[in-house]
């Protein structure tokens, strides 16, 4: 999509209706090419699907552009220690502090109907280019969830040192742990032994915390990383990394795939990369699947069973994780 496609299709626009550009054309846009009252919405299409880069719309004010920041989230897909209202009230104050000191930001709307939270605020820009101002007003969103966002990663931590107390965490070697994976006689120990173990590789990671850690009665477990690594190839993904566990006897297809990249999704913009890792090994539909969206910017590793096992044998699990990512973003 060139400049003049991007004009024409402002030129034309609804009021009131947003129109969805991708984030590559925003510099291609000024403040005089926006029509008044034209919303302008961001992010890439997908089989007919829109995949937003920014939740929140872009719009002309007179000699400036702004942003509407919309936080319309629900506790369904939430899944911080923290409810979803804490996290957002944190986000509120930090807006209404901003209001008093800068007075770039404004809440216009606020309502929590029990299963659903909304907050949207403006960000004033000052700024007559589209993509400076987007570029400003995902930073200052980005500013103002800070503190919440910090707040979420030590009650996660709180809770994962309690729970790795209550289970007696740290107590068996990691030899021992995959052999109680493979040998366990009931569901409830294979899957303490395999969180256990998957949890304390991750944190072998210089730079990666393991801030949660859930167990379902699907026999999957979820797992929240806290990135703060210098490795190349991990700084530049989000600071939460997903990692879940299939704890089955038979092997991982397309379908647990798609429901793992729904899950990282779902949080937010506030994960790249995701960690899948079958005990039984994969199907050739995950293959396919991963060909599929291999364009995507949400990156989904492969981790076998015989992965995890060579890593305790040779005591490389940083060696094993960078050669089962270089093989997910050559597929």
Known sequence: M?????KALLEYAYEDESLFLPPSVLDKITLDDIPNEVMIEVGLSKDGVRHLDWSGRLFKD?????GEADYTWTRKYWYSPIGLEHYLDLVRRAVELRNRVHGDV????????????????????GEKHLGKAYHRIKALCNELEETAEKAADEASKRLSEIASRLSGWGSQSLDALVNAVEKASSKDERGRSLEEL?????????????????RT??????????NDSNDPRFKRESAILLAECKNWRDK??????????????????????GFLISWNGF?????????RGSREQTLIVPIAGKDVRAAVRDNNFADILALCWQKAIAT
């Open 283 to 291: 199907k050739d539909t995950l293959t396919k699947e991963m060909l």
């Open 217 to 226: 009665a699907t026999e999957e477990i979820d797992i929240t990383v806290l």
């Open 2 to 6: 060139d400049a003049a496609e991007v």
């Open 198 to 214: 998957i949890s304390r590789l991750f944190e072998t990671i210089l730079g990666f915390t393991v801030t949660d850690r859930i």
């Open 106 to 125: 404004e809440i216009t709307h606020y309502d929590d109907d029990g299963a659903d939270i909304q907050m949207t605020f403006i960000v004033s820009t």
């Open 62 to 66: 007179q000699d400036q552009i702004k």
């Open 252 to 273: 991982c297809g397309k379908n647990e795939f798609v429901l793992f990249k729904e899950k990282i999704d779902n949080r937010s913009n506030r994960c790249s990369l």
